[in-house]
């Protein structure tokens, strides 16, 4: 009913940019929240960055000022803008939707919680 499709990823030098975008398809009237999270192997899942519908971010430490997280609410798109990447970047990116608003098979309006596949990003020379 509701997908989150990912992509972007790739090998990247460390000093290098990539973008990463997901797009939310499906019957959706609005998401609350929008959200990059990415785990390293042999690590748990980290939040990379979070924006709201009305635009508000927030940022773990380790890229404040290096990654850049946007959204067009009308798209059900969000966007990661990652520069300056460094070696312990590499790991899998996960998009995650908060509160998807959407139509189900049934006609019946329900909010639910999703997760891209993720895509992997290597930064390494």
């Known amino acids: 009913q509701v997908q989150l499709v990912e992509s972007g990823g790739g090998l990247v030098q460390p000093g290098g940019s990539l973008r990463l975008s997901c797009t939310a398809s499906g019957r959706i009237f609005s998401i609350n929240a929008m959200g990059w999270y990415r785990q390293a192997p042999g690590k748990q899942r980290e939040l990379v960055a979070h924006?709201?519908?009305?635009?508000?971010?927030r940022y773990a430490d380790s890229v404040k000022g290096r990654f850049t997280i946007s959204r067009d609410n009308a798209k059900n798109t969000v966007w990661l803008q990652m520069n300056s990447l460094k070696p312990e970047d590499t790991a899998v990116y996960y998009c995650?939707?908060?509160?998807?608003?959407?139509?189900?098979?049934?006609?019946?309006?329900?909010?639910?919680?999703?997760w891209g596949q993720g895509t992997l990003v290597t930064v390494s020379s």
């Open positions: 995650n939707a908060e509160r998807i608003l959407h139509l189900t098979d049934r006609e019946t309006p329900t909010t639910l919680d999703a």
């Open positions: 924006i709201t519908s009305g635009f508000s971010t």
